[in-house]
């Protein structure tokens, strides 16, 4: 994790009906204590320690499409045919034996998809799949592990609290929290309906699986970490030791947001929690994090940031001809800035080559958002018929 101290806040805490916690803090004036080892200035993001990373472009393909319908969920875990065995059941043991039966076979469904997980991300680090071909898995891991996720939300609701049965759906849930995301539900928006982003970062690591996208001036990342899910339950820390894993995890934000909410799962204090749902929301952007209450790591996290909102200082420029190309580089998978302008600073629309791959124009203000490579790699720059070429330009350390 990518940090630094040095935070002053006073705190409050409101407790909403909802069952969600918020937190107030009135702060001192901001401070620049971001993830500064890119020139991109962005918060703090969880690191998956990644040592293969590449892009993919997902397009709708009838075999992946298919293989992705073919994951569907098992007859004995529909909703639909565990509701028909409730309602044919006369006694309450009968009951209880149903959701007994459907928890267990939830459980080993999601033992399964950890372990395909696993097997994907090693295999891809060891090249045995190409990046086309882990994005297809993982579409297919998030597909599958949305349908099981409806599976435990309803064997949690038909449980009678306090039950073996409710708390053992309520874990299911929240561990299944590792194999979905904003990023790979738009793989399997690509792959199975066409029109999703263009260009996809995907990278993997001893810790896990980070994924990126940029939409609409929008960066999006997400990452998985496994190793800090722990299937034991654990106590929802008091306010002040919950705040400062927090800061701790996110200093930066937390010194710019207004706020930060917490939702434990389950949302009833009585029962084991297993995790907590975490919101920090701050100028241009947000951070959402699945929280474990046992290891307190973060095993699940997406950021969502507004690239004209973020700053920082060109590390590598480069004038020729009139123009001036600057990159302001970012860690893998990163949001890597492109700027083109004259020697007097007015900017450019150039066409802009990453890798000597085209991935579009600087525009109007003369900027282009990329993701970044990881590695070293190779920015040009082409208007009216002058090029300028930036290279060994090397990815930052998360």
Known sequence: MVYRRGIALLLCVLVVGSGATTVVATQSPPT?????????????VISVNQDRGNFTDPE????????????????NLTQATIQTRLDTTETERQRTTVLQNATAALSQSVTQLRAESQQARQQYRQQELSTKAYSTRLAQIHSRAEDLTTAASFIEDQADDGTDVKSHAVELRAQLALFTGPVRERLVTAVTEGGGPERVYIGAGEAGTTTAVIEAGTYIREAMTPAQYNADPGPIPDAEPLLENIRQQYPWVMNQSAGVSFSPIPIQSSVPQYAYWLTLTYSGGTVNSYIDTSTQGVYQEVQRMQLN??????????TKAGRTLAISKSYAGGPLKVNMTTTDGEPIDAQIRLN??????????????????????TVTAVSDGSEIEISDIEASAT
Do not use: C, F, K
């Not at 000597?356 to 790699?377: E, F, I």
């Open 60 to 75: 709708i393909t009838i075999t992946d499409a298919l293989s992705i319908g073919q994951r569907s969920l098992e007859a």
């Open 356 to 377: 000597n791959r085209s991935v579009g124009t600087t525009g109007a203000d003369g900027v282009r958002w990329l993701l970044s490579p990881a590695g070293n790699y």
């Open 309 to 318: 909102t973020l700053t920082g200082s060109p590390d590598a420029t480069l």
């Open 32 to 44: 620049n204590n971001q993830a500064e080892q890119a020139a991109v200035t962005t918060p703090a």
